[in-house]
């Protein structure tokens, strides 16, 4: 496992991070997550990534009992507040109520006293900024939180909600943006202003929903038991199935094979290539994933692979910034 800084802080994060959106609480039984995170800190993973929406919240409550035990100062575990979890019109959203109560919340399933980042799982457009940050900022005093981040936030944003968390005398070092060699709406404003105000990117989604590991093939229906054929999650993943993208992904088989990796090492490294990602989210429902994916940690790509890569995928790659998730 190689280490990272998250953004222009101190705090010292795994450039492989284990997240459990899909997986904890919902499509992979206790036991399996609890293998799956095991497996994790046995290969050097120190950072989970994890939200109180997540499996209804149960995907905190799973990851908090697989870190039982656990030293606590070894761990960095990040989590998130936006979306509703419960009926109430203040149980959503940005405003102080909600995450104040969210994060109290989070802190009971999640089995520890702190969070080492807290982040915004979107930006709240019915809430003034100031509220929001001012409640973040009083999180952090009071040592319920050590850092605050975003995801899926603009570049206009993020510059904003850095300079009111300037202001405040706290941190924001993160955004968490969905990134892939297929999904890369963040390189052209997202990125750079990132950059300027000191913060990092935690990227989600590096295999695009498993679309890079190459198992999905044109003309042919999902696998048995894969994401793109459950009904419930398939569509996070549809997007990417057209034709013409999954051909071109097979292309990059070739590319995988030249350089001694996996088709899902290659995705992950690649993301690890751009130096303002300080981590990249990786999910499992199998321990053999984790070891698999992990194998891309330190990987560095040649100049000359990174552009073989483009010229594979052509223009199936998606960059418009304004396809920046809203919701």
Not at 63 to 81: M, Y
Not at 139 to 157: H, M, N, P
Request: glycine share 10%; proline share 4%; net charge negative.
């Amino acid at each position: 496992m190689e280490y990272r800084r998250l953004g222009r802080s101190g705090l010292t994060i795994s450039e492989i991070a284990y997240g459990n959106w899909l997986t904890h609480g919902g499509q992979v039984e206790e036991d399996a997550a609890q293998a799956c995170v095991a497996a994790a800190l046995d290969v050097g993973i120190t950072t989970f990534d994890t939200a109180d929406v997540y499996a209804g919240t149960r995907a905190e409550s799973v990851l908090g009992r697989a870190l039982a035990g656990q030293r606590r100062e070894g761990l960095e575990i990040f989590t998130k507040v936006y979306w509703p979890t419960g009926p109430g019109r203040n149980d959503r959203g940005l405003s102080r109520k909600h995450i104040t109560e969210s994060c109290h919340a989070s802190l009971r399933r999640l089995q520890t006293d702190y969070l080492d980042l807290y982040q915004a799982h979107r930006y709240d457009t019915t809430v003034p900024l100031e509220e929001t940050m001012t409640a973040f900022a009083d999180l952090v005093r009071q040592g319920k939180v050590l850092y605050i981040g975003v995801s899926e936030w603009r570049a206009d944003e993020i510059a904003a909600g850095a300079a009111l968390a300037r202001e405040l005398g706290v941190q924001l070092i993160s955004n968490q943006p969905q990134y892939s060699m297929l999904w890369r709406v963040i390189e052209d404003a997202v990125v750079p202003t990132s950059e300027r105000e000191g913060v990092a990117q935690i990227v989600w989604s590096p295999l695009a929903q498993g679309v890079l590991t190459g198992k999905y093939r044109p003309g042919e229906a999902p696998p048995a038991g894969s994401r793109a054929a459950d009904p419930e999650i398939g569509n996070m993943v549809r997007g990417f199935l057209g034709d013409e993208t999954l051909t071109r992904v097979q292309g990059l088989r070739a590319v995988a094979d030249d350089v001694g990796l996996s088709m899902a090492q290659l995705a992950v490294a690649w993301v690890l290539q751009n130096r303002n990602v300080a981590a990249a989210i990786i999910g499992a429902s199998r321990p053999e994933q984790v070891h698999d994916n992990v194998a891309a940690a330190g990987v560095r790509l040649d100049d000359d692979v990174l552009t073989r890569i483009d010229e594979v995928l052509g223009d199936v790659v998606e960059r418009d910034p304004a396809k920046t998730m809203r919701g």
